[in-house]
């Protein structure tokens, strides 16, 4: 029984051993160096949206159309032309009134550069982006400058005003979140920019989506008071490598746990006298001696 039990730990270390090792490369595997590489869209792209904690109800869906050139007064540049579609809900999820749409005129790492609304009629054009974000994203990244705004009302263009607008962002965290549409490694941005992005608000980024999986909004005291959660996408060059590889090691560290759990409350192996029985000789042969 004494060989049995230094066997049984000898067992038990090495298993043990072996799911340590796994898990340790998991999650290397899962935070790598804690960032998040720029996002690939492509046209049928789209990401929905629901409010949640907050005393209006809303989803919102935006869709990749096309990439595009936009003429500017410095020039011209290439972007991505997203249409967002934006319907109230009732407390029981149904949708209110009719629905507005907005087309967004974004660079492909988030630098606003033309909004569009239908209804009331407005415009907003940014030179350059707006706060651009300097991919791959790290856990230490922060960004900041200024950007030149113009905006109108009406649907003729006059009436424009212009300002200049400091903005300021930085990386607060990486983290897994889970949201409707799934669970994906994160990273938060937080920042301050002509009151679209500002302080009290968290914007969690995943590069698996190529989105925003979640926008917290606090009261600035570190209290979440609402947010707007993904409920369902389509990311045609996700990046679902890590997520394999984080679910496949975990499956192996729960098997490998598992079997030292085993032999830890497994009772000791029977010898092989004691399972076959002394035979008759041998104890004649014993008695003998």
């Known amino acids: 029984m004494a060989a049995w039990d230094a066997s049984r730990r000898r067992s038990v270390v090495i298993v043990t051993a072996a799911a340590l090792v796994v898990v340790a490369v998991s999650l290397a595997a899962w935070f790598g160096s804690a960032r998040e590489e720029e996002p690939r869209w492509a046209v049928g792209d789209f990401w929905t949206f629901t409010s949640a904690g907050l005393d209006f109800r809303l989803t919102f869906t935006e869709?990749?159309?096309?990439?595009?050139?936009?003429?500017?007064?410095d020039g011209s540049v290439?972007?991505?032309?997203?249409?967002?579609?934006?319907?109230?809900?009732?407390?029981?999820?149904?949708?209110?009134g009719q629905p507005s749409t907005e087309e967004y005129y974004l660079t492909q790492d988030f630098g606003l550069v033309r909004v569009d609304r239908e209804v009331p009629p407005y415009r907003m054009l940014y030179s350059p982006p707006n706060g651009s974000w300097p991919f791959p994203v790290s856990s230490t990244s922060g960004w900041s400058g200024s950007v030149r705004a113009t905006f109108w009302w009406t649907s003729d263009g006059s009436n424009q005003e212009n300002t200049t607008t400091p903005f300021d962002f930085h990386v607060v965290g990486d983290a897994i979140v889970s949201v409707p549409a799934g669970t994906f490694r994160a990273v938060g941005v937080s920042g301050d920019f002509l009151g679209l992005w500002r302080n009290g608000y968290i914007a969690q980024y995943s590069d698996t989506v190529g989105y925003i999986v979640?926008?917290?909004?606090?009261?600035?005291?570190?209290?979440?008071?609402?947010?707007?959660?993904?409920?369902?996408y389509r990311h045609q060059a996700g990046t679902p490598t890590r997520t394999l590889i984080l679910a496949a090691g975990l499956g192996v560290d729960g098997g490998s746990l598992g079997l030292a759990a085993w032999l830890l409350v497994r009772g000791p192996r029977p010898t092989l006298r004691e399972s076959q029985g002394a035979s008759p000789d041998h104890e004649e042969a014993r008695a003998k001696k």
Do not use: C, F, P
């Open 63 to 73: 869709k990749v159309m096309e990439q595009t050139t936009l003429s500017m007064s």
């Open 78 to 96: 290439q972007v991505w032309r997203l249409e967002a579609t934006y319907t109230e809900l009732s407390a029981n999820g149904s949708a209110l």
């Open 214 to 232: 979640r926008h917290d909004l606090t009261d600035g005291h570190g209290n979440i008071v609402g947010y707007y959660e993904l409920t369902s």
